[in-house]
Structure formats: structure tokens, C-alpha cells
């Protein structure tokens, strides 16, 4: 089944413990994104990445960091997280031309920073 | 700067009746138009994808439309059903670049029995 894995689910820790979000994606897409949903601001681009070692950011990327290592996966790391990343979180992915192609994202990944 | 309007934020309906929700957008360059259907705490997921040529798609009981001259599209659902009820994002591309995707707020739909 084609799909877009994202774990944790949840996760609820504290500020400045570094935390990993891991995307997998199995659909051999090009292009994988981080967004971030918060109540009445919709969903908000943190990080793209077009290809394996090619990412660049969106535009809510301060207080990230991503890596393409292999194409399939894409992790979201937090270094020092702080409570106003408390957010729902996805991963999504489609083919290289992105702007034709439709988006698959995954079931999302709720955090809570205390 | 690229922006989507959608209106209302908020809809209740009752099950069985037709509601038409709205997306405004001022994109350019455009390259389609996306709705999204998202469940609460789930991912979107895709429900029509309509290019510049394109005046009306339909899946199922939805139906969108766009007029690429005054940047407008609808999704008009038909019989409504409590399934629906869920989030509906607008998202226009703007064709290629680091920043293609604009999305929408969306808004919220809500089915009564």
C-alpha cells in the first residue's frame, strides 16, 4: 500500500530534550516536505527537500533541522525544542514535479513541548 | 504576494443537503488547483486537482470548479453525509520554483444528523 509513515504519532516532552520525527515514504517520490498545522494559520512549510542531499527551507524553518540521506525517508529534528513548536506536524511527498504531481502526506505526528 | 481566501471558516449543515464552499486566489503564475479533504487529526488527502483548462472535476459527490479569470473555485458537495464532515484546504501552485504551493486555511465542515 502506497503511504507516507510518520512516528511518533505523539509525543509529549520537554524543552531543549532533541527529538527526531521520522518520514518514510514508499512510493520512490523525489520530493518530501514538513509542514506544521496550527489552529488559524493553516499549514506552513518548514523544510522541502527535491532530492536525496538537495533540501532547502519553507518558510517556518528557524528551530529545525531535516536531512535527505536516503531517498525514502526525510527525519525532522528538533535540537532544542521550545514550546512554541507545539504543533501537529507532516511529512508529505509526491514525484520531482510537485507543482503537477498530487501531494500524499502522512497521518501527522502531535507534539506537546512542556 | 501569493495568497488563498477561503470561505466561510465555519459551515453546518444538515446530512443530506448541498453546501458549496469557496477559495479565492491571487497566484501567479498558476499552474492548478488542489482541494484536500482532511479528517480531524488525520493527513489531507487529495479530491481534485484542476488545471489552468479545466472548468469543472468531479469525485463522487464533489464537484469543483474553476475560473481561472477571476481566480475563483467551489467545491460543491452534493447529499451530504456525515463522512464529510472534515476540514477542506484550497492549495494553488504556482508552476515550478522553491515556493509553488500556496494553501488555504480551509474550512471547517460540519454534518448533522
Known amino acids: 500500500e502506497a503511504q507516507v509513515t510518520q512516528n511518533p504519532r505523539y509525543l509529549i516532552t520537554v524543552t531543549g530534550k532533541k527529538l527526531t520525527v521520522t518520514c518514510s515514504q514508499n512510493?520512490?517520490?523525489?520530493?518530501m516536505s514538513w509542514y506544521r498545522q496550527d489552529p488559524g494559520l493553516g499549514l506552513r512549510q518548514i523544510y522541502y527537500?527535491?532530492?536525496?542531499?538537495?533540501?532547502d527551507k519553507g518558510d517556518v524553518p528557524e528551530g529545525y533541522k531535516v536531512s535527505r540521506k536516503e531517498k525514502r525517508n526525510f527525519p525532522l529534528i528538533l535540537e532544542s525544542p521550545s514550546p512554541n513548536q507545539t504543533s501537529l506536524y507532516f511529512c508529505?511527498?509526491?514525484?520531482?514535479?510537485?507543482?503537477?504531481?498530487?501531494?500524499?502526506f502522512g497521518e501527522g505526528s502531535r507534539l506537546t513541548v512542556l | 504576494k501569493n495568497q488563498v481566501e477561503q470561505s466561510p471558516q465555519s459551515l453546518i449543515i444538515l446530512e443530506g443537503k448541498n453546501c458549496t464552499l469557496q477559495?479565492?486566489?491571487?497566484?501567479?503564475?498558476?499552474?492548478?488547483l488542489r482541494w484536500y479533504k482532511q479528517d480531524t487529526g488525520r493527513g489531507p488527502v487529495s479530491l481534485t486537482i484542476m488545471t489552468f483548462s479545466e472548468n469543472t472535476k468531479s469525485n463522487g459527490r464533489y464537484t469543483a470548479t474553476l475560473d481561472a479569470d477571476t481566480k475563483q473555485s467551489s467545491l460543491h458537495i452534493t447529499a451530504s453525509q456525515l463522512s464529510d464532515s472534515a476540514s477542506y484546504i484550497c492549495v494553488v501552485s504556482a508552476g515550478g520554483g522553491a515556493d509553488g504551493l500556496t494553501f488555504g486555511k480551509g474550512t471547517h465542515l460540519i454534518i448533522q444528523p
Open positions: 477559495c479565492n486566489y491571487t497566484v501567479s503564475p498558476f499552474s492548478n
Open positions: 527537500s527535491m532530492n536525496v542531499e538537495v533540501t
Open positions: 512510493m520512490n517520490h523525489e520530493y
Open positions: 508529505a511527498s509526491s514525484f520531482r514535479d510537485r507543482n503537477t504531481g498530487e501531494l500524499f
